[in-house]
């Protein structure tokens, strides 16, 4: 039974999350207990108690006759207390976590209709199992010593010629491989961003890009995402407004909506980000489940103002764990210096299997039989979503994900509490929303989703 949040605590929990995100600096007066009434519409008490709870745990102080205050010393970053929603079913964290956990005594073979990655039997694993042969019987060095900085030389080459067919221009110098797409996020973040800096994102947008800004203590800002990218008259109005030092992004396929950037968009987008001198994050882990190649804001821009990430997660193994970042020539080395000062050396093992997968001769068959394998399993889908009605945002071209409206009435947070109690894990639409205004949305995989209980448990649940 969910617990009912009070007045009192939705008070606390915005200035908590204001504080988190520095929206609320140390030493910044908060609003006088007036102020503050009017803007919440609750009672004058309501807030009273609410500073005087938040006083108790230290986070804010009084000065007699003057006010409210943000404290001085930082508190520890408690992550789930820097959104807005308090309800779980919503929180990026939750969800991921809830995704990854096994099954419980409880509930025996959870699915996970709304996860983000392809069923263990879909993925390269004989290519992966090959590549592991090779390491055991290579180089000792490379099971048992640090990598170089910048990482294994001839992957490091391999991408460059990969990106060359999507018309990235990138040296091998340029490319710097890392644990993870995540790892490569995080080391732009901290590069880029210090506490207080602005930061935009779609929204809808993968809800682990927010739930790691709120790590870096930035105000995160939303623009509405259209079916061919983002909104550019409202990009355009907060740029100028908001003055952001970032905007992230996918590539490609667009998760979670599925959607694929314009040419036309990206333009734009580029053209905007060099007036306002903002810099671009550009993800691109789907790009092997393209059917055809997309626009990449890397490739217009020449790795100018934009850091082009991906990793091989998606399509050969999340267990072994490997990620790049192609970055502007100027800001390798300094990038680097981050890297070792976080990581280190790195390992060199993921790179070397990564590296004889992808030069393996069937991993280009392999994808092509995933491609027919999503392509198939979407067209089954979809009539069994339609048979609820649940229908499509747009039917994506490629890629696993289906960005879907609920019936009227249908609270896909609620929807998602009702059948995670049933072993059915889905990810509702305010857990990729900052403006908080997709409940009525749900992202499903449609590799995830074919299967009896998973119908039967959300036809039960919406009647």
């Known amino acids: 039974m969910k617990t009912q949040v009070t007045r009192i605590e939705m008070v606390m929990a915005d200035v908590k999350e204001k504080i988190a995100s520095v929206t609320y600096l140390p030493g910044t007066r908060l609003p006088s207990i007036r102020a503050a009434a009017k803007a919440y519409g609750f009672s004058p008490s309501t807030v009273v108690e609410a500073y005087e709870r938040l006083q108790t745990e230290g986070a804010i102080y009084s000065r007699p006759g003057a006010g409210f205050y943000v404290a001085e010393t ?24 809830q995704s990854l956990e096994p099954s419980s005594d409880s509930i025996k073979d959870v699915l996970k209709p709304g996860c983000g990655w392809l069923p263990p039997d879909w993925l390269f694993e004989e290519g992966m199992r090959r590549g592991l042969r090779h390491v055991a019987r290579g180089d000792a060095a490379v099971i048992s010593e640090y990598a170089t900085p910048l990482g294994l030389l001839e992957l490091r080459q391999l991408l460059t010629r990969r990106m060359t067919k999507l018309g990235i221009k990138a040296k091998p110098s340029q490319v710097i491989l890392t ?58 109005k907060i740029l100028q407004e908001h003055k952001p030092r970032l905007y992230i992004t996918n590539a490609a396929i667009h998760n979670p909506t599925g959607a694929t950037l314009s040419a036309a968009a990206a333009f734009r987008v580029l053209q905007l980000a060099q007036a306002a001198g903002l810099y671009i994050v550009e993800d691109d882990i789907f790009a092997d489940f393209e059917i055809s190649s997309a626009p990449r804001l890397a490739a217009l821009d020449g790795l100018s103002r934009v850091f082009y990430i991906g990793s091989f997660s998606k399509t050969l193994s999340a267990s072994l764990r490997c990620g790049y970042i192609a970055a502007p020539s100027e800001w390798v080395e300094d990038l680097l210096d981050l890297k070792i000062a976080t990581g280190f050396g790195g390992g060199q093992l993921a790179a070397v299997v990564v590296l004889s997968a992808l030069t393996d001769g069937s991993y280009r068959k392999h994808m092509t039989t995933i491609h027919n394998r999503l392509a198939n ?87």
């Not at 207390?81 to 990026?92: F, I, K, S, Y």
């Open 377 to 463: 399993a979407r067209n089954q889908v979809l009539p069994r979503l339609k048979n609820l009605g649940i229908v499509p945002w747009l039917i994506p071209k490629a890629g696993m994900f289906l960005w879907c409206r609920l019936p009227d009435n249908h609270s896909a947070t609620q929807l998602a509490n009702q059948c995670l109690s049933q072993g059915v894990v889905l990810a509702p639409g305010n857990a990729f929303s900052l403006s908080k205004n997709a409940d009525s949305f749900m992202r499903f995989n449609v590799a995830q989703i074919n299967h009896p209980k998973v119908f039967e448990v959300l036809g039960q649940s919406m009647r």
């Open 179 to 236: 644990e993870s797409g995540t790892q490569a996020i995080d080391l732009i973040f901290r590069f880029l961003l210090t506490p207080g800096d602005t930061v935009v994102v779609d929204d809808p947008c993968y809800f682990n890009f927010r739930a790691l800004l709120r790590a870096h203590r930035v105000k995160v800002i939303s623009v509405p995402y259209t079916a061919e990218g983002p909104d550019i008259n409202i990009f355009a």
């Open 74 to 97: 930082t508190a520890p970053l408690l992550l789930k207390e820097t959104g807005h929603n308090l309800d779980r079913a919503v929180d990026p964290l939750w969800i991921s976590r």
